[in-house]
């Protein structure tokens, strides 16, 4: 079993910066990638950055640049550094991470989402 903890969203200004993490416990060994994902009211979750074992990085068109997704190796914790941070960025933002098990099908493991607002 693995837990997520996710930090470090709240209020910013257009044009700011945060930086979300996402703590993992339990059997961490298990852990290969993950991901960041972003849901708004009324709107579909969308795919923001996966980042694989390999560390192979992949965002979403709207990103332009503007994030960074990244995973410590020594903590397991996993970051979504954001800035210049857009109005329509405002979202519940989940972190996603895959866990390989011998003999088992890949799993998924979610946390439980934090709120990213925007506003001047």
């Known amino acids: 079993q693995v837990q997520l903890q996710e930090s470090g969203g709240g209020l910013v200004q257009p044009g700011g910066s945060l930086r979300l993490s996402c703590a993992a416990s339990?059997?961490?060994?298990?852990?290969?990638?993950g991901g960041w994902y972003r849901q708004a009211p009324g709107k579909q979750r969308d795919q923001v950055a996966i980042i694989t074992a390999g560390g192979i990085r992949n965002y979403a068109d709207f990103v332009n640049g503007r994030f960074t997704i990244s995973i410590d190796s020594a903590t397991g914790t996993m970051y979504l550094q954001m800035n210049n941070l857009k109005p329509e960025d405002a979202a519940v933002y989940y972190c996603n991470r895959r866990a390989f098990r011998v003999g088992r099908p890949v799993k998924d493991y979610w946390g439980q989402g934090i709120q990213v607002s925007i506003s001047s």
């Open positions: 339990g059997s961490i060994n298990t852990l290969n990638g």
